[in-house]
């Protein structure tokens, strides 16, 4: 009926399960309303099965109601209008809310208790749970806050800075955050540390198109010059890559911009080069170490090993015809 139906919302309470765990709950109430009729003589087995049938329907009717919450938020982000108004922090609030009151409420179930009993003796001992419990509720907290934003998940290359923690997450826990470097040794964190400081996290890079390579060769200023005609000629049968290269027409092209040119087209010939992602050859500020030709591109592969070696042979190469332009690196000698 939902996908047949022209409305949002309808299909919104399937994919939340509010339909799934309220159809749910039926069953619980018909088994608690029939359990007297099967248990006409032993009480204390009845009130023990009456007990779970309770318990049962409270929680899918958390569900339900955790399930609602997350679709009044659906809808709200779906109107164009809201896109930039983000409610989330209030729903995880109510949620927060929402599983603390039910969670009362079973336990109440469970003791034989009234809820308002309870909740007045929480009132009486909080400074004292708070004090005692102090790490673990912040554990809690942080914990629902890493969850929720999707801040963090097992297998996450995440760096911490300040401390040794360089690797990928193993586990999260309501306490800690186990990581193993890539030294294979283990550190642990503080969930409420990594939502009070800030951290790095390269699971975007991972799955995004490719993995950053932002390097720099300097040029020693005394060899930059213009190119004559025969430098020109000879670039262009020693260099296949600039067979087809013509300067603009009234312009004098310098050695230093045909090795960026060349430094260009040699990147986008290179399968394991993202070019739908930047790539920027660029001079940068001149200093005492000659000028820094930066060059920025995006390797596909993004495994470690392989990207140290990837980029480790480009730079060789460029390094290795950089006489070809009539160009020194810089390097100081006394």
């Known amino acids: 009926m939902s996908?047949?139906?022209?409305?949002?919302?309808?299909?919104?309470?399937i994919k939340r399960k509010v339909v799934h765990n309220l159809v749910h709950a039926i069953p619980g109430i018909i088994v608690y309303a029939l359990l007297p009729m099967a248990f006409i003589r032993g009480k204390e087995l009845l009130l023990i099965s009456q007990k779970i049938c309770a318990v049962y329907i409270v929680i899918v009717l958390l569900?339900?109601?955790?399930?609602?919450?997350?679709?009044?938020?659906?809808?709200?982000?779906?109107?164009?209008?809201?896109?930039?108004?983000?409610?989330?922090?209030?729903?995880?609030?109510?949620?927060?809310?929402?599983?603390?009151?039910?969670?009362?409420?079973?336990?109440?179930?469970?003791?034989g208790k009234s809820p308002a009993t309870l909740f007045a003796g929480l009132g009486a001992s909080a400074a004292i749970l708070m004090l005692v419990f102090k790490d673990t509720i912040l554990g809690f907290v942080a914990g629902i806050q890493l969850s929720a934003n999707d801040m963090l998940r097992p297998g996450d290359w995440i760096t911490v800075p300040g401390s040794n923690a360089n690797g990928t997450v193993l586990e999260i826990t309501l306490n800690t955050v186990k990581i193993q470097n890539f030294d294979n040794t283990i550190s642990t964190i503080p969930p409420y540390t990594l939502v009070n400081n800030s951290f790095q996290n390269w699971r975007g890079m991972i799955e995004s198109g490719g993995r950053r390579v932002m390097k720099s060769i300097y040029l020693d200023l005394n060899t930059i010059k213009f190119c004559t005609p025969d430098?020109?000629?000879?670039?262009?049968?020693?260099?296949?890559?600039?067979?087809?290269?013509?300067?603009?027409?009234?312009?004098t092209p310098t050695n230093s911009q045909m090795f960026r040119i060349y430094v260009e087209r040699y990147l986008t010939s290179l399968p394991v080069v993202n070019t739908d992602l930047d790539l920027i050859i660029s001079q940068l500020q001149s200093t005492e170490y000659g000028v820094p030709v930066q060059i920025y591109f995006f390797s596909r592969n993004k495994v470690w090993k392989e990207y140290e070696r990837i980029q480790s042979d480009i730079f060789d190469h460029f390094f290795a015809m950089i006489p070809k332009?009539?160009?020194?690196?810089?390097?100081?000698?006394?």
């Open 325 to 334: 332009f009539e160009l020194k690196v810089y390097q100081y000698s006394d």
């Open 3 to 13: 996908e047949k139906s022209r409305f949002f919302w309808d299909s919104l309470l």
């Open 231 to 251: 430098m020109l000629d000879n670039m262009r049968k020693e260099i296949p890559l600039l067979a087809d290269y013509k300067p603009d027409e009234g312009v």
């Open 63 to 111: 569900l339900a109601i955790n399930g609602f919450i997350l679709v009044i938020m659906d809808i709200y982000n779906h109107r164009e209008v809201n896109k930039n108004h983000s409610i989330k922090g209030f729903v995880q609030v109510v949620q927060v809310l929402a599983f603390f009151i039910g969670g009362i409420v079973i336990i109440a179930i469970l003791v």
